[in-house]
């Protein structure tokens, strides 16, 4: 089995590995190539199968398609793959050379992000064209939440039903418990106040994380709380933009924009209530983060976090204000107890329904399924 993918992931949670440990764990053979990036020592001794970084400067050598395929070539050793699995456009290319040559018998593209078929877009539309070809081969799609694979129908036209399944994103339970820090640790790093009802959220400074949104609804409620105060962590192009909208409101001392942490997951303790007012989520994976940490979660209804939460109390109207500032209002007026059990639910869940052994399992029926190889 091969997978092809742009770079190394260097922290969170690492699909590359998880899948390749799919058929590994099930006897098959594995190369995972990497077109950028390098991997630590110990980390890729720990990697399961082969792992091949290419030349991180010859960057732009590796971007042609025909230069991948023969990279891709060698890696394999001429042998025939039952699958190859890619993420993003460059590789499915260059695996797509190699399947018509037949040294590829199946491939399957994961989709991460929205509006990646999309034909009015420039790269998008690229992207179309060349899946509207490779569906003549053996080609299926994978997207990491449903919400995904309905965006991919509605801009891929005739995509048969069986060429795009769901398999969700899944997390570490027990990898992220070992490393959070306690609710008054992360309080004290992060200098926040014990007795401070504390909402949060973590993610780029982007326009469709929508943190201006959030802002905003805080902004409308925030008299009526007072002893919440909401903190942003992380970094983007944004972040002057939202320090100037704090600042305006007058919300200095309630809003703190942290900036960049690295493993910002660990501090979720630290947190109340996490909330994501994203405008667009494929995916969602700090929700399954809050969710392990036995943290309550706000989330839009914005396509994923629906599918991840399953609870419509805890969702609101994506770009709604006044609705997210209520949401804010009657969970900051909840109980303890009643915080804890919410909490505690978001955690069997993430538990029972996102688990990585589910997450392998389904991998591994993108060959199973057809040639009962595993």
């Not at 309630?254 to 996490?274: C, E, P, Q, S």
């Not at 609705?323 to 909840?334: D, I, P, S, V």
């Amino acid at each position: 089995m091969l997978q092809v993918s742009r770079a190394v992931i260097r922290g969170g949670f690492d699909y590359h590995a998880e899948i390749a440990r799919a058929y590994v764990e099930r006897g098959a053979q594995v190369c995972s190539v990497f077109q950028r990036g390098q991997m630590p020592a110990q980390k890729k001794a720990a990697f399961p199968g082969r792992v091949i970084c290419l030349d991180a400067a010859r960057r732009s050598f590796y971007k042609k398609p025909a230069w991948l395929t023969l990279a891709l070539w060698k890696a394999v050793r001429g042998t025939p793959q039952d699958l190859a699995v890619c993420h993003h456009l460059t590789p499915a290319r260059a695996v797509h050379l190699l399947l018509r040559a037949g040294l590829v018998r199946k491939a399957a593209l994961v989709v991460h992000d929205y509006d990646y078929f999309d034909p009015a877009d420039k790269h998008g539309g690229r992207r179309n064209r060349f899946l509207v070809n490779a569906l003549r081969y053996r080609w299926s799609l994978v997207g990491v939440s449903e919400s995904i694979c309905s965006n991919i129908r509605a801009q891929v036209p005739g995509l048969a039903e069986g060429r795009c399944r769901v398999i969700h994103n899944a997390i570490d339970a027990d990898a992220l418990q070992h490393r959070l820090l306690s609710r008054d640790e992360a309080r004290r790093d992060l200098q926040l106040q014990p007795d401070d009802f504390v909402f949060g959220t973590v993610g780029r400074l982007v326009e469709f994380k929508a943190h201006d949104d959030l802002i905003a609804a805080f902004a409308q409620t925030c008299r009526l709380m007072p002893k919440a105060r909401l903190i942003i962590i992380g970094r983007g192009p944004l972040e002057s933009t939202l320090r100037t909208q704090v600042a305006a409101a007058g919300l200095q001392d309630r809003v703190l924009i942290h900036g960049f942490l690295d493993d910002a997951a660990r501090y979720m303790k630290a947190f109340d209530t996490f909330v994501l007012p994203s405008r667009h989520e494929p995916f969602g994976l700090v929700l399954l983060e809050a969710m392990v940490s036995q943290v309550p979660v706000l989330a839009s209804d914005s396509g994923a976090p629906g599918e991840i939460l399953a609870a419509d109390a805890a969702l609101f109207p994506t770009g709604d204000r006044a609705a997210l500032g209520a949401q804010l209002l009657e969970t900051y007026r909840r109980t303890p107890e009643e915080l804890e059990a919410w909490g505690l639910a978001g955690y069997q869940r993430a538990r029972e329904c996102f688990a990585l052994g589910g997450y392998r399992a389904a991998y591994a029926q993108l060959l199973a399924a057809e040639t009962g190889a595993i």
